[in-house]
């Protein structure tokens, strides 16, 4: 089993800063790709970026250009540096961990959530 912990969100104003941080730990054979969701009140959860063991990355286009996405995969870390903040992206962030366990089986695993709010 993996425990995902998350911090850095908060609250913050409009083009401000913030840097979202995903630390793993627990008994796993192999983690392939760290990333981030969001979902905003009213609606689905949606991918914000995610990186990959073999040093990918792939972020959504409501944010490239102002988010950036870094795996330390020795330190079992994921961020995300929140940059030129805007109210839309308000919204409660979830870091998600694709993993193979022991017996070999791909498993994924959801942090508890961390929210940002954005103020106009």
């Known amino acids: 089993q993996v425990k995902l912990v998350e911090s850095g969100g908060g609250l913050v104003q409009a083009g401000g800063s913030l840097r979202l941080s995903c630390a793993a730990s627990?008994?796993?054979?192999?983690?392939?790709?760290m990333g981030w969701y969001r979902q905003a009140p009213g609606k689905e959860r949606e991918l914000v970026a995610q990186?990959?063991?073999?040093?990918?990355?792939n972020v959504a286009d409501s944010v490239k250009g102002r988010f950036t996405i870094s795996g330390d995969y020795a330190k079992s870390t994921v961020y995300l540096q929140m940059n030129s903040l805007k109210p839309e992206d308000t919204a409660v962030y979830y870091c998600?961990?694709?993993?193979?366990?022991?017996?070999?089986?791909?498993?994924?695993?959801w942090g508890q959530g961390t929210l940002v709010t954005v103020s106009s």
């Open positions: 990186s990959t063991s073999v040093g990918s990355t």
């Open positions: 627990g008994v796993i054979f192999r983690i392939d790709a």
């Open positions: 998600n961990v694709l993993a193979v366990n022991l017996v070999r089986s791909s498993v994924e695993f």
